[in-house]
């Protein structure tokens, strides 16, 4: 049984930085490709994020490219996001996801290609 568990959300000012951990455990974390995603109140889930299963490609939307990082050590089964220069607009709840099935060689981008999903952790960027 996969599990994700998100941290670091919280409460930050417009320009803060945050960092956000997603552990896994019940799985062959080496070989899942991850995301990260988030969801804003009557706003539908949004991709942020996507890494293969060595971390050998990322991909970013273009609402965070250049703000947002994302890693992953499978030595720790722990995926990362780290989020700098926040804006209001970043709150959200922060999701992230786990693939198996396609032992992690592509960046997958939409919510219906991940079978394993976290509980979610808030961000709300104040102005």
């Known amino acids: 049984q996969v599990q994700l568990e998100e941290s670091g959300g919280g409460l930050v000012q417009a320009g803060d930085s945050l960092r956000l951990s997603c552990a896994a455990s019940?799985?062959?974390?080496?070989?899942?490709?991850m995301g990260w995603f988030r969801q804003a109140p009557g706003k539908d889930r949004e991709f942020l994020a996507g890494?293969?299963?060595?971390?050998?490609?990322?991909r970013y939307a273009d609402s965070v490219k250049g703000r947002f990082t994302i890693s992953k050590d499978n030595a720790k089964t722990t995926m990362y996001l780290q989020m700098n220069s926040l804006k209001p607009e970043d709150t959200a709840v922060y999701y992230c996801?786990?693939?198996?099935?396609?032992?992690?060689?592509?960046?997958?981008?939409?919510?219906?290609?991940?079978?394993?999903w976290g509980q979610g952790t808030q961000v709300t960027v104040s102005s």
């Open positions: 996801a786990a693939d198996f099935s396609r032992m992690g060689a592509v960046v997958l981008t939409t919510p219906r290609e991940y079978d394993y």
């Open positions: 019940g799985g062959t974390f080496s070989l899942a490709a």
């Open positions: 890494v293969t299963s060595y971390g050998g490609s990322t």
